[in-house]
C-alpha cells in the first residue's frame, strides 16, 4: 500500500544534543511537509518542499532545518533540542500544492528531550 | 487572514447516540477548501472528507455526514450512530491563500460502549 512512513516512531534525545527524524513516502507526491503538534493542539506547520523547493514558515525556529534529497525522503534536523521541542512531529504529503489537496499524514515521531 | 474554531474540546457520547462536531472558519478569500481529518490514538491524521467553497452540498458517507453552510461559516461533521472505534481527535482545517492548512484546535470524541 502507498503510505507516508516515519522513523522512529518513538525518540528520546538530551537536551542540546541533535536529533533527526525521518520521512519516506511511495505516493510520488511532490509536496511534504513537516508539522509540530503539542498536547492537546493543532498541528503546527514548520516547513514544506515542493519538489526540490523549500517553504520555511516565519516562525519556524532556526534550530528547525530539513532537507529533501529525493522525492521519496524528508528529513527534520532538530540542531540543539530544548524542553520546548518536545512534542509529536508529522510528516505529510500532497500530489500538488494546490490548496485543494488533501495531504497524507504519516503516524508521527514523538519526541522527548530530556 | 484564515482561522478555524472548533469550540468543543472534549466530547462524550454512549455508544449508537449520534454527535456532530462543530467548526467554524474565517477567511477573506473566495476560494477555499474545507477537510475534516480523524486522528486515533495511533497518532496519524486521516483524511476524512474535502469540500470546496463552492459546493454547499451536504455529504453523506455510511454513517458520516458533513453541512457546509457558508452563511455561519459552519462546516459541520455528524456521526450516526456512534461506535466506539469512531473514539478519536477530530480536526476541521482550512486551505485558503497560500495553500497552508489551518487547522482548528480538535475536538476530542469518546464513545464509550
Known amino acids: 500500500d502507498a503510505m507516508v512512513i516515519q522513523n522512529p516512531r518513538y525518540q528520546v534525545t538530551q537536551f542540546g544534543k541533535p536529533v533527526t527524524l525521518s520521512c519516506s513516502q511511495t505516493?510520488?507526491?511532490?509536496?511534504m511537509y513537516w508539522y509540530q503538534q503539542k498536547s492537546s493542539q493543532a498541528p503546527k506547520l514548520l516547513f514544506h518542499y515542493y519538489d526540490k523547493d523549500f517553504n520555511n514558515e516565519a516562525d519556524t525556529p532556526d534550530n528547525f532545518q530539513s532537507r529533501r534529497p529525493n522525492t521519496s525522503f524528508c528529513f527534520l534536523d532538530i540542531r540543539s533540542p530544548g524542553l520546548g521541542d518536545a512534542a509529536m512531529y508529522l510528516c505529510?504529503?500532497?500530489?500538488?500544492?494546490?490548496?485543494?489537496?488533501?495531504?497524507?499524514f504519516g503516524p508521527g515521531t514523538r519526541l522527548t528531550v530530556l | 487572514a484564515q482561522k478555524v474554531t472548533q469550540a468543543q474540546t472534549e466530547i462524550s457520547v454512549v455508544e449508537k447516540e449520534d454527535v456532530t462536531l462543530d467548526c467554524v472558519y474565517e477567511?477573506?478569500?473566495?476560494?477555499?477548501?474545507l477537510f475534516w481529518y480523524k486522528q486515533p490514538p495511533s497518532g496519524e491524521l486521516v483524511f476524512l472528507i474535502r469540500r470546496n467553497s463552492f459546493d454547499e452540498q451536504n455529504e453523506i458517507s455510511g454513517r458520516y455526514s458533513w453541512n457546509f453552510q457558508k452563511s455561519t461559516s459552519s462546516f459541520n461533521f455528524t456521526i450516526t450512530a456512534s461506535q466506539v472505534v469512531d473514539s478519536a481527535v477530530y480536526f476541521c482545517a482550512l486551505s485558503a491563500t497560500g495553500n497552508q492548512f489551518y487547522f482548528g484546535t480538535g475536538t476530542s470524541l469518546t464513545v464509550i460502549p
Open positions: 505529510a504529503t500532497s500530489r500538488q500544492g494546490g490548496r485543494y489537496n488533501e495531504q497524507f
Open positions: 505516493l510520488n507526491h511532490n509536496v
Open positions: 477567511t477573506r478569500d473566495t476560494t477555499y477548501y
